[in-house]
């Protein structure tokens, strides 16, 4: 993952031409990112992302010979691809396979409509180690993964549910799921981002999970967060 003094190294896998060109254009006008490699295919996705060393993918869910969710569960699984972190990007913010990547190891969604200010953002904020969530199709993600039935996609062998975590840890997952990032659950709890940081570190390493957007999932899932509570 980029230190913060280098770019941000971008792999961008969709399988339209125009797309990728139109996202390549974008990434290269930021400064503080550059596009390593580009895929057509889930597959390509996957070895490109193992060659390049890329710190961030942009992947589409719908893509031939492999798609996004199953070439995010590839690199999700693969312990030398353990840094690498996965923006989805969907053409519907209804699309149903949002939360089928997101326990696949997606590190958040976007739908494709996003202002192309918005996007940059994004990927500054996943590759930070922030999950990110869609505002507008957040609420309806929660609804399916309250709806979906227990290991649909699966977490992975080591995910478990929040019974092990501390009062204050608890907490924590709780403001996680709802979307608060560091520096804002400091503020909620009077400590400092730092400290909430470490919570939230210690967090993933409890439960088993590689990122924040899957802390998400727990929470609802495991019923800690309800919706619209």
Same mark, same amino acid.
């Given at each position: 993952?980029?230190?913060?003094?280098?770019? $941000?190294?971008?792999?961008?896998?969709?399988? !339209?031409?125009?797309?990728?060109?139109?996202? =390549?254009?974008?990434?290269?006008?930021?400064?503080?990112?550059?596009?390593?490699?580009? =895929?057509?295919?889930?597959?390509?996705?996957?070895?490109? =992302?193992r060659s390049?060393?890329?710190?961030?993918?942009?992947?589409?869910?719908?893509?031939?010979?492999?798609?996004? $969710?199953? %070439?995010?569960?590839? $690199?999700?699984?693969?312990?030398?691809?353990?840094?690498?972190?996965?923006?989805?990007?969907?053409? *519907?913010?209804?699309?149903? #396979?949002?939360?089928?990547?997101?326990?696949?190891?997606?590190?958040?969604?976007?739908?494709?409509?996003?202002?192309?200010?918005?996007?940059?953002?994004?990927?500054?904020?996943?590759?930070?180690?922030?999950?990110?969530?869609?505002? +507008?199709?957040?609420?309806?993600? $929660?609804?399916?993964?309250?709806?979906?039935?227990? +290991?649909?996609?699966?977490?992975?062998?080591?995910?478990?549910?929040?019974?092990?975590?501390?009062?204050?840890?608890?907490?924590?997952?709780?403001?996680? %799921?709802?979307?608060? #990032?560091?520096?804002?659950? +400091?503020?909620?709890?009077?400590?400092?981002?730092?400290? =909430?940081?470490?919570?939230?570190?210690?967090?993933?390493?409890?439960? +088993?999970?590689?990122?924040?957007? !899957?802390?998400?999932?727990?929470? *609802?899932?495991?019923?800690?967060v309800k919706?619209?509570?």
């Amino acid at each position: 993952m980029s230190t913060g003094t280098e770019p $941000i190294r971008v792999l961008l896998a969709d399988d !339209q031409t125009l797309v990728r060109s139109a996202f =390549a254009m974008l990434v290269e006008s930021a400064k503080d990112m550059e596009v390593v490699g580009e =895929a057509a295919t889930g597959r390509e996705a996957v070895e490109l =992302a193992r060659s390049v060393r890329a710190d961030l993918i942009v992947m589409d869910i719908r893509m031939p010979d492999l798609d996004g $969710i199953e %070439a995010t569960r590839l $690199i999700a699984a693969d312990d030398a691809l353990a840094r690498v972190k996965v923006l989805v990007l969907t053409t *519907y913010d209804s699309d149903e #396979n949002i939360v089928s990547a997101l326990r696949a190891g997606a590190a958040g969604f976007l739908v494709k409509d996003t202002r192309p200010a918005d996007l940059l953002d994004a990927i500054r904020t996943v590759a930070a180690g922030e999950a990110l969530l869609s505002p +507008g199709p957040t609420a309806r993600l $929660i609804a399916r993964v309250l709806a979906a039935p227990p +290991g649909v996609g699966g977490m992975g062998a080591g995910a478990g549910g929040p019974e092990g975590l501390s009062a204050r840890e608890r907490e924590v997952l709780v403001l996680v %799921a709802r979307g608060l #990032n560091n520096a804002e659950i +400091g503020g909620a709890l009077g400590v400092s981002p730092l400290t =909430a940081k470490t919570h939230v570190s210690r967090i993933m390493g409890k439960l +088993g999970v590689r990122d924040r957007a !899957q802390l998400v999932v727990v929470a *609802y899932e495991s019923g800690l967060v309800k919706a619209g509570g």
